[in-house]
């Protein structure tokens, strides 16, 4: 089929939002088309060349941001479409474009990967995985998609959904080399994004409804060996041959039963981030297996490091700081959402600092080196927690949204979140951060740990069948899906600034740029362009 404007929204950064990106462009060096000639230094200096975008959030920080200002608030009415290229597939399409010497490489369902001539549309070369879509179509819980490629030194990286971890050679799509970076006997997937830190590429993997016990490693860019692993769950504590490092023995005492029965789950299927400025990574987990704590930790606990924001030294994997959002999640509060660094005033004070919007509702900040909590307001209704203790850094507790077997809870945020995978910008022109958000309320139940089995091929969400839908017909009870809107937050004053409803519910991905435009889309099928000060509408198609 076409690629139509309509699968570019959904996506929320796609081909139409990347042509975007190049118009302006001051020229580059002289590189073949294709040359992927990217390394550390070129990294690190992303903003001397605004007409690339060479990363999945464009630089190291991840803001999304592009300084270029050739399409500006007068002349974005004219905007229209330049080309198209076609996708071989219906299916959803959650890709961010890379652009780097004059060639666009994006991906599509099934971790194919397309490199296209970014100027003409000229396909250059495709490569397609091959992966085995009867044994893996079942076991991707949220669709068969792909997030990007990452480059670097000539090569495109690709991670497959099934597992490996590929290099192609950027001006011919031949493949360079290829590693299996999980146990294809266990119902790991992958559909994040690769990124490249110091001549690794860093990767982590989806499951955690499954049999997984989650976990992010480090491979050597040239090779594909792998330098480190950071898993995310403890291990089996009375096994004599346990190998976990003393972080994750001492976090055992979180848990209780016997989790590692079911694996743990914790996956890293999203985001990951690089700091140049702390030298450290940064990564999201997501919930604990089964969202249960019934089933999975029968006695509660902390379950660390579920649903957390983990930070790493990127040489070595060592453990450097961690916090957990979501204490014992039960809730499928994956913080596998976008995290951007950057520099801003918290409370009357300068600072470098990680921020997330995450499916909790509350918008984080915390100190990038240290991991020091400096906020966590509201964004987004939410009725599981009514503030987070800076202090301590814990949420105060809604006890009411805490389930069981035989003792339903509504509860909202839902596992679709307030803000969930969907990429978020930053301006440091405006001071804002521009993130799609949706409203949604689910009701949750336990299984009866008693007669709880574990499915190795299917869902393992520990949730009861039973009437706990009812309680979305007491009086005062939310809707299923609420409203959905483009939001503009201000985290110096932990406010919104604007916000745009959209007329169909969902989300779709934002960058913003140094002409204050946010360019998104929305369900409607419409591509978007919108003042980044005060949310008007510019231009549409």
Known sequence: MKYSIKTAVA?????????????????????????????AT??????????????AGRTYDEQRYSPLTLINQSNVKNLSLAWYGDIDTTNAQESTPVIVDGALYVTTNWSIVKAYNAKTGEKLWEYDPKVDRVATGPIACCGTVNRGVAV????????????RLIALDGRTGAVKWSVQTTDPTQPFTITGVPRIVRGKVIIGNAGAEYTVRGYI????????????????????????????PEILKR????????????????TAWDTILYDPKSNLVYFGTGNGLSWSQDIRSPGGGDNLFVSSIIALNPDTGEYKWHYQETPGDEWDYDNTNPLMVADIVVKGRMRHVLMQAPKTGFYYIWDAKTGELLSAEKFAPANWASSIDIGNGRPVENPAARYGVGRPALVYPAAL?????????????????????????????SA????????????????SNSAAGALFNEPGAPPRQGPSYLQAWNPTTGKEAWRVPNAVFGASGTMVTASDIVFSGNQAGEFVAYDARNGTKLWST
């Not at 190049?22 to 590189?31: E, L, Y």
């Not at 090779?223 to 976990?244: E, I």
């Not at 969930?420 to 993130?435: A, E, G």
């Open 152 to 163: 670097w030194n000539g090569k495109v990286y690709v991670a497959a959904l099934d597992g």
């Open 42 to 55: 070129r990294h690190l200096n992303a903003n001397s060349e605004p007409g690339t975008w060479m990363s």
């Open 448 to 463: 009866d740990p008693a007669t709880f089995k574990i499915n190795p091929r299917g869902y393992n969400t520990g949730q």
């Open 11 to 39: 996506a929320g950064l796609a081909l139409i939002a990347a042509a975007l990106v190049v118009s302006g462009a001051a020229a580059p060096a002289r590189r073949a088309i294709g040359a992927a000639a990217v390394n």
């Open 251 to 266: 976090y055992a005492s979180t848990w209780k039963g016997e989790w590692w029965k079911y694996g743990g789950g914790a």
């Open 417 to 445: 979140g307030a803000h969930n995978w969907h990429p978020m910008s930053f301006s440091p022109r405006t001071n804002l951060v521009y993130i799609p958000v949706t409203e949604n309320a689910a009701a949750y139940q």
């Open 217 to 244: 490693g480090a491979y050597d860019a040239e090779t594909g060996r792998q330098l480190w692993r950071f898993y995310t769950v403890p291990s089996n504590p009375n096994d004599p041959n346990n190998k976990d």
